[in-house]
């Protein structure tokens, strides 16, 4: 056995992990991972046993390039429905603070495959005689705030617990004569 095969079979400690979790974090900012794709290999490196464990992770990713880091521009942030709807649904860009407006209207937003710039991604969601429904994958720890007038707010997650270190969403609803519902989905 070599040198690099001895190494690879090195056990891991926590801080390795947490570092592969940070390069990890940095590649789902700059769109190279989709927030399901980070969730998933970020449970993997928490329970990575060996090197080669958590070199597999990161094994099919660009080098990131000198210079690139940080967000890039383009990340969506107004959804408008008003006698209509607004849908954002596979890849796409989502900002850190997002804006949801639905008036006689619908807004989908599903964050399964969105590209989350921040740790903390921060959606207004405004429904008056319409409705808002926001997917998030399971696992992402959620918290609904908000005043219902004549309307209702609805939270519907899967009995998962968080994954540590994960991306958290806050939806801030105000629902009047209309609905706003978070949910997971797998």
């Given at each position: 056995m070599d040198r690099d095969e001895r190494s690879a079979e090195l056990r891991v400690s926590d801080p390795d992990r947490e570092a592969a979790v940070a390069?990890?974090?940095?590649?789902?900012?700059?769109?190279?991972?989709?927030?399901?794709?980070?969730?998933?290999?970020?449970?993997r490196a928490f329970s990575a046993r060996t090197r080669a464990d958590l070199a597999r992770l990161e094994a099919d990713l660009p080098r990131p390039v000198a210079g690139t880091a940080g967000p890039r521009r383009g990340a969506r942030r107004w959804f408008v429905g008003v006698l209509a709807g607004a849908r954002a649904a596979g890849r796409w860009r989502c900002g850190e603070r997002v804006a949801a407006v639905a008036v006689l209207g619908g807004c989908e937003l599903d964050l399964r495959h969105a590209l989350i710039e921040a740790a903390e991604v921060t959606i207004t969601a405004v429904a008056v005689m319409g409705g808002i429904h926001i997917v998030v994958p399971e696992g992402v720890e959620v918290e609904l705030t908000g005043i219902p007038v004549l309307g209702g707010k609805s939270l519907d997650l899967a009995p998962v617990a968080p994954v540590p270190g994960g991306p958290r969403v806050v939806v801030r609803a105000f629902p009047v004569m209309g609905g706003i519902e978070v949910r997971s989905r797998p």
């Open positions: 390069r990890l974090r940095e590649r789902a900012a700059d769109g190279t991972l989709t927030l399901e794709e980070f969730l998933g290999r970020m449970e």
